[in-house]
């Protein structure tokens, strides 16, 4: 392995690795931890049947990986910071390959749900510390080429597990999208520990483990009341106010904390404010809207699951085209407007889909592209009016705080939409027929109202979007 001196770091991060060695080895992580937030999806229904289940009991196993993931991440990046990058990454790789097997050899749903869980706590370490590899060891001047590569296995990871979740769970059977993690994860740990040498430590950063434990009480209380209060009003009712009490406890201490967890000072700029909620509204919407789309394609249009997966992965590159074309607007127009802009237009497109549910498919799938584009036009724009305001001591955390917003987002839109349409289903189909024009017209009526109230929620973030200043100046302070 090649390796030299850079004259601008210490001599424990002396090393250079050339980015085209280190990112394929961190990729392997950053792409199964990603890929295994998608590859899932397609094949709920065919698990769901295997384990004797139905929708609001599987929505779990995802609700459950991307909860905990978003809880981790940040406790794992702090972890890495404090006792190496390294170890943590290898630790996260080898704690996401025993999820995958314990997901494999899952004969409950219980048994699944916490099989995920490891897995995401795996796939924290994975997260957290992939990209920060790679920072640590290449060049300072092309960290801007190494994150966006990353930024592109991410998608890459995003778009290929609905057709490799449907291809696979078809013709193999649902266990080998966990079974495929283990020999690629085995290959990554083995690359890591050959060709990356051990990071730097930096034992004296104060951990705010406190911190860490109200922000996990107030999220699981939280999710833990929107599964169960249309079911049982006293619990969920009372898992939702623990979640509030935790909550601006949390608040109250990270505030004094002069470490905090999450930087609730620099939350103070309206610019960062306005972007971070509206990003967690537009991706609670748009999740919230693709979790549904694999129960109607089999359910309802009867497709199989290779079919679904081909048809899951048309939002994946509407967002690869509409990212070039959004980035180039985001120069020449006013990025608050743009922002904006994609916002309120996912809010019409789900609005449209809602009404149009029913119809052909040549319909359907070219609204949820646009959906996909629009959501595309927001982050962008919003990503970059973001960062702009951060102040330049504070990028890494405000970069955080926009993965953070994502991650809820996804949780939520999960969370909500599940708990919204089992409501409407039991409403319009109280009997639970599981054939027939009921079913068909009661899955419709469930989806269409569902897509409505998720509508209003980005037509919310479109705006408090606006909110934000207009033509935000990159801030330069130190």
Not at 233 to 258: D, K, S
Not at 266 to 273: D, S
Not at 461 to 469: E, H, N, W
Request: with cysteine; net charge neutral.
């Amino acid at each position: 392995m090649h390796t030299e001196p850079h004259p601008d770091s210490d001599k424990s991060e002396s090393t250079i690795i050339p980015l085209k060695l280190i990112l394929p080895i961190t990729a392997i992580g950053t792409f199964m931890s990603a890929m295994d937030g998608s590859i899932v999806n397609v094949s709920l229904v065919t698990i769901a049947n295997a384990l004797d289940t139905n929708m609001e009991g599987i929505r779990l196993i995802v609700i459950a990986y991307l909860l905990v993931i978003s809880c981790f991440i940040g406790i794992a990046g702090m972890l890495g910071d404090n006792y190496g990058r390294k170890i943590v990454f290898q630790i996260g790789m080898g704690l996401f390959i025993l999820g995958s097997v314990l997901c494999a050899v899952s004969i409950t749903l219980e048994m699944l749900v916490f099989a995920r869980v490891i897995q995401a706590i795996g796939g924290a370490g994975l997260t957290a510390n992939g990209l920060a590899l790679v920072i640590t060891y290449v060049e300072p001047s092309i960290r801007g080429r190494a994150i966006g590569l990353n930024s592109l296995v991410v998608a890459s990871a995003l778009s290929s597990g609905p057709v490799l979740g449907g291809f696979l769970s078809e013709y193999i059977g649902w266990t080998s999208i966990f079974l495929i993690n283990v020999p690629i994860g085995l290959v990554g740990i083995l690359l890591v520990h050959r060709q990356i040498p051990e990071t730097p430590r930096k034992p004296n950063i104060k951990i705010d483990y406190i911190g860490m434990i109200f922000f996990i009480i107030t999220a699981f209380s939280f999710v833990g009341g929107v599964l169960i209060i249309f079911k049982d009003n006293l619990i969920g009712g009372f898992l939702i106010i623990t979640a509030i009490f935790f909550g601006v406890a949390f608040v109250y201490l990270e505030i004094r904390n002069p470490k905090p967890m999450i930087s609730i000072k620099i939350m103070k700029n309206r610019t960062i404010l306005a972007g971070i909620f509206s990003s967690f509204l537009c991706y609670m919407v748009y999740y919230g809207m693709v979790f549904l789309l694999p129960f109607f394609y089999q359910e309802v249009q009867m497709f199989s699951q290779s079919q679904t997966g081909i048809l899951m992965i048309v939002p994946p590159i509407a967002m690869a085209i509409m990212g070039p074309v959004a980035g180039l607007f985001a120069e020449k127009i006013d990025i608050r407007k743009l922002a904006s802009f994609g916002a309120f237009f996912l809010s019409f497109f789900v609005f449209l889909l809602a009404l149009t549910i029913n119809l052909e498919l040549y319909i359907v799938v070219p609204l949820v592209a646009l959906s996909a584009g629009a959501l595309t036009t927001f982050t962008v724009s919003n990503g970059t009016s973001v960062m702009n305001a951060a102040p330049t001591k504070d990028v890494s955390v405000v970069s955080g705080l926009i993965g953070l917003s994502r991650n809820i987002g996804f949780t939520l839109g999960t969370t909500l939409t599940s708990a919204f349409f089992s409501l409407f289903y039991l409403m319009h189909n109280p009997d639970e027929i599981s054939s027939g024009l009921i079913f068909t017209s009661s899955y419709y009526q469930s989806l269409e109202s569902t897509y409505l109230i998720f509508a209003l929620f980005a037509l919310l973030g479109a705006g408090i979007s606006l909110l934000r200043k207009s033509h935000d100046p990159i801030v330069m302070e130190e």
